[in-house]
C-alpha cells in the first residue's frame, strides 16, 4: 500500500479548483495591468503623432511643400509673409553634424578606456562623473555658453581652439599611433617587434605633432566675429551628448563578454589587435546606436541653441562654416511659438508643427537606422 505521508503530500500539491480559478484570475490581472502600462507609452506617443501631424499638414495645403524644403526665406510677419526654412533645417544639421564630430569620437575612445583600459577602481570614480553631465540642466549649459564660453570665443577665439586641437588630437594621435604600430608590427617576428614598433610609433607621432603645428599656426590667425554661433553650440551640445554615447557604448563593449577577449589574448593578439579586431566589431552595433542617440540628444535640444546660436536663418558661407551664427528647427518652435497667431488656417502657426513634423520624422528615421544596424551586424555575427 502506497505511503499515507506521500498521499497527503500529493493532496497538498494538488489545487482545489477554487483556488485554480484564483491563480488564473490572479494571472490574468497581472498580465492585464503589464498590457495596459505598456499601452500608455505607446499610446501616448501615436496621440503625439496624430496631434502634430494634424496640425503640420494645413500648412502645406496652404503653402505647399517646395517653399518650405528649398526657400532660405524666413520672414513669418512679413507681408507677405515667406516661410522658407531650408536655412533653418540645414542650421540643424549642421550643429548636430558639429555635436557628433565633439561626442562620438570622444564618447566611443572613453567607452574603450571604461571597458578595456581603465582598472576597476578608476572605472567606478570616472563613469559616475560622466553621467553627472547629464543630470546638468540644459539651461545651465545655455547660460554657460552664452555669459562665458562666447565672450571668451570672440575674443581668443584662436587661442581656445588652439588648446582644445591640442587637448583633443592630442592624446588621440598617441592612442592612435600605438594602436596602428600593434597592427603593422603584427606579422613580423617576435624578436624584432619591439623595435619596429618604436620606429613605427615615432614616425607616426612625429607627422601628428607636425600636423599639430601646422594646424595650430592657422588657428591663432583666427578671428571670430560673433562668439554665438554654430562651433559654440556644437561643443556645448557635444559634451551634453557625451555621457549618452558613452553609457551606451561602454554598455555594448561589456555586453561582448569576457571569453571573446580571452580567447583573443589565448591566441597571441595583442590588446590594441584584440580591441580593434575583436571588441569593437563585435559591439558595432551598439556603439552605432549610442551615435545615433547622441546625435539625437543634440538635434533634440532646445534651450542652448536658443541662447547660443545667433538666431540667424541663413546658411553659412561655406555651408560648413561653424564660425557664423545659425538657427534651429527646435529654437524657431521655441522662440515663435508666443509669437504665432493662434487661429485656425494661420499659417505661421502651423508652419511650426510642420517643423515640428520634420524632426519627428527625423527621430523615427534614425531610430530605424540604428536597429536596422543592430539586425544586420547580429545577423552577421550569428551567421559568422
Same mark, same amino acid.
Given at each position: 500500500?502506497?505511503?499515507?505521508?506521500?498521499?497527503?503530500?500529493?493532496?497538498?500539491?494538488?489545487?482545489?479548483?477554487?483556488?485554480?480559478?484564483?491563480?488564473?484570475?490572479?494571472?490574468?490581472?497581472?498580465?492585464?495591468?503589464?498590457?495596459?502600462?505598456?499601452?500608455?507609452?505607446?499610446?501616448?506617443?501615436?496621440?503625439?503623432?496624430?496631434?502634430?501631424?494634424?496640425?503640420?499638414?494645413?500648412?502645406?495645403?496652404?503653402?505647399?511643400?517646395?517653399?518650405?524644403?528649398?526657400?532660405?526665406?524666413?520672414?513669418?510677419?512679413?507681408?507677405?509673409?515667406?516661410?522658407?526654412?531650408?536655412?533653418?533645417?540645414?542650421?540643424?544639421?549642421?550643429?548636430?553634424?558639429?555635436?557628433?564630430?565633439?561626442?562620438?569620437?570622444?564618447?566611443?575612445?572613453?567607452?574603450?578606456?571604461?571597458?578595456?583600459?581603465?582598472?576597476?577602481?578608476?572605472?567606478?570614480?570616472?563613469?559616475?562623473?560622466?553621467?553627472?553631465?547629464?543630470?546638468?540642466?540644459?539651461?545651465?549649459?545655455?547660460?554657460?555658453?552664452?555669459?562665458?564660453?562666447?565672450?571668451?570665443?570672440?575674443?581668443?577665439?584662436?587661442?581656445?581652439?588652439?588648446?582644445?586641437?591640442?587637448? /583633443?588630437?592630442?592624446?588621440?594621435?598617441? @592612442?592612435? $599611433? +600605438?594602436?596602428?604600430?600593434? #597592427? *603593422?608590427?603584427?606579422? &613580423? =617576428?617576435?624578436?624584432?617587434?619591439?623595435?619596429?614598433?618604436?620606429?613605427?610609433?615615432?614616425?607616426?607621432?612625429?607627422?601628428?605633432?607636425?600636423?599639430?603645428?601646422?594646424?595650430?599656426?592657422?588657428?591663432?590667425?583666427?578671428?571670430?566675429?560673433?562668439?554665438?554661433?554654430?562651433?559654440?553650440?556644437?561643443?556645448?551640445?557635444?559634451?551634453?551628448?557625451?555621457?549618452?554615447?558613452?553609457?551606451?557604448?561602454?554598455?555594448?563593449?561589456?555586453?561582448?563578454?569576457?571569453? /571573446?577577449?580571452?580567447?583573443?589574448?589565448? @591566441?597571441? $593578439? +595583442?590588446?590594441?589587435?584584440? #580591441? *580593434?579586431?575583436?571588441? &569593437? =566589431?563585435?559591439?558595432?552595433?551598439?556603439?552605432?546606436?549610442?551615435?545615433?542617440?547622441?546625435?539625437?540628444?543634440?538635434?533634440?535640444?532646445?534651450?542652448?541653441?536658443?541662447?547660443?546660436?545667433?538666431?540667424?536663418?541663413?546658411?553659412?558661407?561655406?555651408?560648413?562654416?561653424?564660425?557664423?551664427?545659425?538657427?534651429?528647427?527646435?529654437?524657431?518652435?521655441?522662440?515663435?511659438?508666443?509669437?504665432?497667431?493662434?487661429?485656425?488656417?494661420?499659417?505661421?502657426?502651423?508652419? /511650426?508643427?510642420?517643423?515640428?513634423?520634420? @524632426?519627428?520624422?527625423?527621430?523615427?528615421?534614425?531610430?530605424?537606422?540604428?536597429?536596422?544596424?543592430?539586425?544586420?551586424?547580429?545577423?552577421?555575427?550569428?551567421?559568422?
Amino acid at each position: 500500500m502506497p505511503d499515507s505521508r506521500i498521499l497527503n503530500v500529493s493532496r497538498d500539491l494538488v489545487l482545489s479548483r477554487r483556488a485554480s480559478q484564483i491563480q488564473r484570475l490572479t494571472s490574468l490581472l497581472g498580465r492585464s495591468f503589464l498590457f495596459m502600462v505598456t499601452s500608455v507609452s505607446v499610446l501616448a506617443v501615436l496621440f503625439i503623432i496624430i496631434f502634430i501631424t494634424r496640425d503640420a499638414f494645413p500648412f502645406f495645403q496652404i503653402r505647399g511643400f517646395r517653399e518650405f524644403f528649398t526657400s532660405t526665406h524666413w520672414f513669418p510677419s512679413g507681408n507677405p509673409p515667406e516661410f522658407g526654412a531650408l536655412s533653418i533645417i540645414t542650421g540643424s544639421a549642421l550643429v548636430a553634424m558639429g555635436a557628433a564630430i565633439v561626442a562620438v569620437p570622444l564618447g566611443v575612445l572613453a567607452a574603450v578606456c571604461l571597458s578595456d583600459v581603465l582598472p576597476f577602481s578608476l572605472r567606478q570614480v570616472a563613469k559616475p562623473i560622466i553621467e553627472i553631465l547629464a543630470a546638468i540642466p540644459s539651461v545651465a549649459y545655455g547660460f554657460f555658453a552664452l555669459v562665458i564660453f562666447a565672450p571668451a570665443l570672440q575674443e581668443h577665439g584662436g587661442i581656445i581652439l588652439t588648446v582644445c586641437l591640442w587637448m /583633443l588630437a592630442l592624446p588621440a594621435a598617441l @592612442l592612435a $599611433a +600605438t594602436v596602428i604600430s600593434d #597592427l *603593422v608590427v603584427a606579422g &613580423i =617576428p617576435t624578436s624584432r617587434r619591439p623595435a619596429m614598433r618604436g620606429i613605427c610609433w615615432l614616425t607616426l607621432v612625429g607627422g601628428a605633432l607636425f600636423a599639430l603645428v601646422q594646424g595650430s599656426g592657422h588657428l591663432l590667425d583666427l578671428t571670430i566675429s560673433s562668439g554665438t554661433n554654430a562651433l559654440n553650440v556644437s561643443i556645448i551640445l557635444g559634451i551634453m551628448a557625451l555621457p549618452t554615447v558613452v553609457s551606451v557604448s561602454e554598455d555594448a563593449l561589456q555586453a561582448v563578454g569576457r571569453d /571573446l577577449r580571452e580567447g583573443s589574448y589565448a @591566441l597571441g $593578439a +595583442t590588446r590594441a589587435e584584440t #580591441l *580593434v579586431k575583436t571588441i &569593437i =566589431p563585435a559591439a558595432a552595433s551598439g556603439i552605432a546606436a549610442a551615435s545615433i542617440l547622441g546625435i539625437m540628444r543634440a538635434v533634440g535640444e532646445t534651450m542652448v541653441v536658443w541662447m547660443a546660436s545667433g538666431n540667424a536663418a541663413q546658411i553659412p558661407t561655406p555651408w560648413y562654416n561653424l564660425l557664423q551664427p545659425v538657427r534651429t528647427l527646435t529654437a524657431t518652435i521655441a522662440g515663435d511659438m508666443g509669437e504665432a497667431d493662434h487661429v485656425l488656417g494661420s499659417a505661421r502657426y502651423h508652419v /511650426l508643427f510642420a517643423m515640428a513634423l520634420s @524632426l519627428l520624422l527625423f527621430s523615427f528615421g534614425s531610430n530605424f537606422v540604428s536597429e536596422h544596424i543592430g539586425r544586420k551586424f547580429r545577423s552577421r555575427q550569428a551567421g559568422g
